[in-house]
């Protein structure tokens, strides 16, 4: 899917931070002379999102993602920075899919009550008729049948229990959909198909997708850009097709370089020491240092900011060169 | 290694003569569930051997009876669960039909097992050392000071870094790939033949889990270690298993090496679980998917249990169920395409 160069803007996130308080409980700070922690979930995170394409978040446990998904829909707010909507008419309707599709559907109502609820409670449809059309029509969109509404949910495999909560989603009339690792918890055969739902229906409607996830090949088929986060900051990012096919920042390389390659594997790998330090602590400078082989000294006394390099990629790594700060481009774009 | 699955047992088509003595040996091994509503079926006619040194990779999507087949091996079927047939030989002594006692001298002694998420199988509230020292010295019978040089010995060999001191931390004190680590110490203590590893890697990052299949295969090489690897992910398997038995409803489907299933999967249904992977190389418009899901317990379809979702199904594949049979030269595959065609009536 080529990204349509003067396409609206969905959503820009604007040096979004978002801090937990991880304190001990006061008696102990007191007693036991504890300072007041604070956990940095997301650092200083800028992206933008164009109308109808799929931007994707992706890294290991603990880098943010999550939070920022939670940010980008309004569960959490931001402690500084700020996430807008530039386009006409505000605010678009936005909705999440969550990656357990067994904990986010109510065992006590029918499938077609679970999809109706958001049409009801919006006032999408007069009167139970039209309301009741829409279901079987939103039914046969995520292929199942307007038959299956009757159900409960245990009665559903998981790939189809996300096909309802995609339906509960669209049942709102969202533009913009946030999915948080919507096919971990399903197996392969059936993660294929509800991919191939969801690109069917961005084509159809013309969704927009902020798409998280921890597998690369997944988000490799789904986005049209890729932010690369480690512990709450951006390291790279930038047009899929780029980021696999020359990735700068070093964790890139190495998230890249863990896939097995199916059609080629390794099977001699010398794998990469380290893990990712807790977010609580990280360590000083460049938060990848201790796993970087190229670190200097300069990589553990200041940290890198996100920087356009030449070829277009944003890249925060002192390692790359040819750059050229992030903000100035982001003005430049944003003026054409 | 081995060259298949059904060496020379009876039922099935007889193959070539194995070079060695398999470690393990499954021979035609059902699970069964008692309900209410009659016997449900969850695994039939599972047989496999694995030689020293081997990592025989077991792939499967949920509910395919990969877990299930690895905990009959360690004798952990969850009651009302039970064997309804077969034999397991490990090291040319059955093992299926011990009592309760005998299983737990072999537990642990000549079957170490690591499960999915380390957290759970670690006591949180003893040290990393005194848990492995207990395993050792119950199954050693090391005295004190024996145990915690072993102990020591085994977490340097796992590469925990900081070993003499880690030793006393508490299992929360450990990250997920640091516990894991300590969890395959766990198992390697006594010296077990054999290591049954159920989806070992999945609760861990992408940049552990290399780490982690590294490991594992490095100790097997060392110590000739052979290991059930039981898992859902293809790319752990294309790295680390020496052969692949791919299981659906219950029953293995195909088995051989692993790059050659991988690569030239004879069953229909690894040709689309392998087309169904997306690719980092080339981004396809679609993903080819494989329609329906695996049937329930419940309900297994007569004859083949592919056969509603095979695009190549003809009348035979509703009628009976194929057979695992050889293929070529070292695999073996339970699919009519290869036995004569779908038309044929026998």
Same mark, same amino acid.
């Not at chain 1, 990656?99 to 679970?114: E, F, G, M, T």
């Not at chain 1, 696999?244 to 001699?268: M, V």
């Given at each position: 899917m080529a990204t349509p160069e003067n396409a609206e803007i969905m959503v820009v996130a604007d040096k979004v931070t978002c801090l937990f308080d991880v304190s001990a409980p006061l008696l102990n700070r007191l007693i036991e002379r504890q300072p007041r922690r604070t956990l940095r979930a997301v650092d200083g995170v800028s992206f933008e999102v164009k109308r109808g394409t799929?931007?994707?978040?992706?890294?290991?446990?603990?880098?943010?993602?999550?939070?920022?998904?939670?940010?980008?829909?309004?569960?959490?707010?931001?402690?500084?920075?700020?996430?807008?909507?530039?386009?006409?008419?505000? @605010?678009? /309707? $936005?909705?999440? %899919?969550?990656?357990? &599709?067994?904990?986010? =559907? *109510?065992? @006590?109502? /029918? $499938?077609?009550? %679970?999809?109706?609820? &958001?049409?009801?409670? =919006? *006032?999408? @449809?007069?009167?139970?008729?039209?309301?009741?059309?829409?279901?079987?029509?939103? =039914?046969?969109?995520?292929?199942?049948?307007?038959?299956?509404?009757?159900?409960?949910?245990?009665?559903?495999?998981?790939?189809?229990?996300?096909?309802?909560?995609?339906?509960?989603?669209?049942?709102?009339?969202?533009?913009?959909?946030?999915?948080?690792?919507?096919?971990?918890?399903?197996?392969?055969?059936?993660?294929?198909?509800?991919?191939?739902?969801?690109?069917k229906l961005q084509q159809e409607l013309g969704l927009t997708y902020v798409f998280i996830s921890h597998n690369l090949s997944v988000v490799r088929h789904m986005s049209d850009r890729v932010a690369v986060m480690y512990l709450g900051r951006i390291v790279e990012e930038g047009e899929a097709n780029a980021i696999f096919a020359n990735p700068q920042h070093p964790y890139t390389k190495l998230l890249i370089d863990t896939i097995p390659n199916l059609e080629d594997p390794n099977r001699d790998r010398k794998p990469l020491g380290g893990e990712v330090p807790s977010p609580i602590n990280p360590p000083p400078g460049c938060a990848f240092n201790p796993r970087c082989g190229l670190a200097t000294d300069r990589c553990w006394k200041e940290r890198p900011e996100l920087m356009r390099q030449s070829d277009g990629q944003n890249v925060a790594c002192f390692v790359a060169d040819t750059r050229i700060p992030f903000e100035e481009t982001v003005l430049v774009s944003e003026e054409v | 290694m081995m060259l298949t699955a059904s060496s020379g047992h009876k039922g099935l088509p007889s193959m070539p003569a194995v070079s060695r003595t398999p470690v393990l040996s499954v021979r035609n091994v059902g699970v069964e569930f008692p309900t209410r509503h009659g016997l449900l079926t969850a695994t039939e006619g599972?047989?496999?051997?694995?030689?020293?040194?081997?990592?025989?990779?077991?792939?499967?999507?949920?509910?395919?009876?990969?877990?299930?087949?690895?905990?009959?091996?360690?004798?952990?079927?969850?009651?009302?669960?039970?064997?309804?047939?077969?034999?397991?030989?490990?090291?040319?002594?059955?093992?299926?039909?011990?009592?309760?006692?005998?299983?737990?001298?072999?537990?642990?002694?000549?079957?170490?097992?690591?499960?999915?998420?380390?957290?759970?199988?670690?006591?949180?509230?003893?040290?990393?050392?005194?848990?492995?020292?207990?395993?050792?010295?119950?199954?050693?019978?090391?005295?004190?000071?024996?145990?915690?040089?072993?102990?020591?010995?085994?977490?340097?060999?796992?590469?925990?870094?900081?070993?003499?001191?880690?030793?006393?931390?508490?299992?929360?004190?450990?990250?997920?790939?640091?516990?894991?680590?300590?969890?395959?110490?766990?198992?390697?203590?006594?010296?077990?033949?054999?290591?049954?590893?159920?989806?070992?890697?999945?609760?861990?990052?992408?940049?552990?889990?290399?780490?982690?299949t590294a490991l594992l295969k490095q100790l097997c090489r060392e110590n000739g270690t052979a290991i059930l690897l039981v898992t859902h992910d293809m790319g752990v398997i294309a790295e680390t298993a020496d052969r692949v038995a791919v299981m659906y409803a219950g029953r293995v489907v195909e088995i051989g090496p692993a790059l050659d299933v991988i690569q030239r999967p004879r069953h229909p249904y690894t040709q689309g679980l392998m087309n169904s992977i997306p690719s980092l190389k080339i981004r396809a418009e679609a993903l080819n998917q494989i329609d329906g899901s695996m049937p329930r317990l419940d309900s297994m379809p007569q004859g083949c249990a592919f056969h509603p979702r095979c695009s190549f199904a003809g009348p035979r594949c509703a009628k009976q169920r194929p057979p695992l049979a050889a293929v070529g030269e070292n695999m073996s595959a339970a699919c009519w395409l290869h036995q004569g065609g779908v038309n044929g009536d026998a």
């Amino acid at each position: 899917m080529a990204t349509p160069e003067n396409a609206e803007i969905m959503v820009v996130a604007d040096k979004v931070t978002c801090l937990f308080d991880v304190s001990a409980p006061l008696l102990n700070r007191l007693i036991e002379r504890q300072p007041r922690r604070t956990l940095r979930a997301v650092d200083g995170v800028s992206f933008e999102v164009k109308r109808g394409t799929t931007v994707s978040l992706v890294g290991e446990s603990g880098c943010g993602k999550s939070t920022m998904a939670r940010l980008l829909v309004g569960l959490h707010r931001p402690t500084s920075g700020e996430i807008r909507f530039p386009g006409e008419g505000g @605010r678009p /309707r $936005v909705q999440m %899919i969550f990656q357990d &599709p067994y904990a986010s =559907l *109510n065992p @006590r109502w /029918r $499938v077609r009550d %679970i999809i109706a609820e &958001p049409i009801r409670t =919006l *006032n999408l @449809r007069s009167g139970e008729d039209a309301t009741r059309d829409r279901v079987d029509e939103l =039914l046969v969109l995520v292929g199942l049948s307007p038959r299956d509404g009757e159900k409960y949910p245990h009665e559903f495999s998981g790939g189809q229990r996300q096909r309802i909560s995609i339906a509960r989603a669209l049942a709102t009339e969202a533009e913009f959909l946030v999915c948080d690792e919507p096919t971990s918890a399903l197996d392969v055969s059936v993660q294929a198909q509800i991919l191939n739902l969801m690109r069917k229906l961005q084509q159809e409607l013309g969704l927009t997708y902020v798409f998280i996830s921890h597998n690369l090949s997944v988000v490799r088929h789904m986005s049209d850009r890729v932010a690369v986060m480690y512990l709450g900051r951006i390291v790279e990012e930038g047009e899929a097709n780029a980021i696999f096919a020359n990735p700068q920042h070093p964790y890139t390389k190495l998230l890249i370089d863990t896939i097995p390659n199916l059609e080629d594997p390794n099977r001699d790998r010398k794998p990469l020491g380290g893990e990712v330090p807790s977010p609580i602590n990280p360590p000083p400078g460049c938060a990848f240092n201790p796993r970087c082989g190229l670190a200097t000294d300069r990589c553990w006394k200041e940290r890198p900011e996100l920087m356009r390099q030449s070829d277009g990629q944003n890249v925060a790594c002192f390692v790359a060169d040819t750059r050229i700060p992030f903000e100035e481009t982001v003005l430049v774009s944003e003026e054409v | 290694m081995m060259l298949t699955a059904s060496s020379g047992h009876k039922g099935l088509p007889s193959m070539p003569a194995v070079s060695r003595t398999p470690v393990l040996s499954v021979r035609n091994v059902g699970v069964e569930f008692p309900t209410r509503h009659g016997l449900l079926t969850a695994t039939e006619g599972v047989s496999f051997d694995i030689a020293p040194g081997e990592i025989l990779g077991m792939v499967g999507e949920s509910g395919a009876g990969k877990s299930l087949t690895g905990m009959s091996v360690i004798g952990l079927l969850e009651p009302p669960g039970r064997l309804s047939a077969g034999e397991i030989w490990l090291e040319s002594e059955r093992i299926d039909t011990l009592s309760l006692r005998e299983r737990q001298r072999v537990r642990g002694r000549k079957i170490g097992a690591i499960f999915q998420d380390p957290l759970t199988s670690l006591h949180p509230l003893f040290t990393v050392g005194k848990q492995l020292c207990e395993t050792i010295r119950y199954h050693l019978g090391l005295d004190k000071k024996a145990a915690r040089a072993r102990a020591l010995e085994l977490l340097n060999q796992v590469g925990i870094p900081g070993a003499e001191q880690r030793i006393d931390h508490y299992p929360h004190q450990f990250s997920g790939g640091m516990r894991q680590r300590v969890v395959i110490a766990l198992a390697l203590a006594a010296g077990p033949s054999l290591i049954i590893a159920d989806e070992p890697t999945t609760a861990l990052d992408v940049s552990v889990q290399a780490q982690i299949t590294a490991l594992l295969k490095q100790l097997c090489r060392e110590n000739g270690t052979a290991i059930l690897l039981v898992t859902h992910d293809m790319g752990v398997i294309a790295e680390t298993a020496d052969r692949v038995a791919v299981m659906y409803a219950g029953r293995v489907v195909e088995i051989g090496p692993a790059l050659d299933v991988i690569q030239r999967p004879r069953h229909p249904y690894t040709q689309g679980l392998m087309n169904s992977i997306p690719s980092l190389k080339i981004r396809a418009e679609a993903l080819n998917q494989i329609d329906g899901s695996m049937p329930r317990l419940d309900s297994m379809p007569q004859g083949c249990a592919f056969h509603p979702r095979c695009s190549f199904a003809g009348p035979r594949c509703a009628k009976q169920r194929p057979p695992l049979a050889a293929v070529g030269e070292n695999m073996s595959a339970a699919c009519w395409l290869h036995q004569g065609g779908v038309n044929g009536d026998a």
